[in-house]
C-alpha cells in the first residue's frame, strides 16, 4: 500500500501505527529539469583519502605523501577523485535510488574541474536530464542523472553523468508482492 504522494510507503506495524519507510523516488515521480540538492554536505577529511586510497590500492602520492605533494602545483595532498565521485553519487541515494534502483548502467562525462582538499564539505546536486520507459523490460525505466559536487565556496569540484534502470511505482509493488528480489544495487 503507498500513499500516492510521494515517497513514503504506507503499512502498518503490529500495534497499528503508520509505518513510513525512507526511500528513493520511482521512475514515475522523478522530474525532468527539476534539481534535487542533497543535504547534509559530508566534510572530507585526511583519514578519509588515506583509507578510501589504501583499500583500493591507489598509491599515488597526491593523496599519501604530504611533503611530496607540498612541492606540486596545488601545494597540498588532493582528495582521492573516485572518492569524491563515489561520495557525490552516493549523497544522492537516500534522496532519489534507495530502494527504487534497479542497476547502475553507466558513468558518462565524469570531470574534476577543481581540486577537493583536506577539510572541504562537499555538496552535491542532481539534475534529472532524460527518463524513458524501457522497451524491453515492462515497468522499469531509464533515468539520466546529472550529478554536480561543489565544495562549501560553491566551486565546482566533479561532474558525472549517470544512468540509472529504475522501478515505476506499480511495478515495483507488483515483483515485491510476487516475492521478487528487489534489493538496490
Not at 554536505?41 to 583519514?47: F, I, L
Not at 536530464?129 to 566551486?155: A, C, F
Request: proline share 4%; glycine share 12%; charged share 20%.
Amino acid at each position: 500500500m503507498t500513499d500516492g504522494n510521494g515517497p513514503a510507503t504506507l503499512q502498518k506495524d503490529d500495534g497499528g501505527r503508520r509505518v513510513i519507510e525512507q526511500r528513493g523516488l520511482y521512475f514515475d515521480e522523478l522530474e525532468e529539469g527539476v534539481l534535487y540538492a542533497h543535504r547534509p554536505g559530508r566534510t572530507v577529511t585526511e583519514t578519509d583519502n588515506v583509507l578510501f586510497t589504501t583499500l583500493t590500492m591507489n598509491t599515488q602520492a597526491l593523496h599519501l605523501d604530504a611533503a611530496w605533494s607540498a612541492g606540486q602545483p596545488f601545494g597540498q595532498r588532493l582528495m582521492n577523485s573516485m572518492f569524491t565521485l563515489a561520495t557525490m553519487v552516493g549523497q544522492s541515494v537516500t534522496q532519489l535510488t534507495q530502494g527504487t534502483i534497479i542497476a547502475q548502467l553507466g558513468l558518462t562525462d565524469v570531470s574534476f574541474p577543481h581540486p577537493l582538499y583536506h577539510g572541504d564539505t562537499l555538496y552535491t546536486e542532481t539534475a534529472i536530464t532524460g527518463k524513458r520507459l524501457s522497451s524491453s523490460r515492462p515497468g522499469q525505466g531509464i533515468v539520466t542523472m546529472e550529478h554536480t559536487g561543489r565544495n562549501q565556496d560553491g566551486t565546482v569540484v566533479a561532474r558525472a553523468t549517470r544512468s540509472c534502470l529504475m522501478w515505476t511505482r506499480d511495478a515495483h509493488g507488483k515483483a515485491q508482492g510476487a516475492g521478487q528480489e528487489t534489493m538496490p544495487v
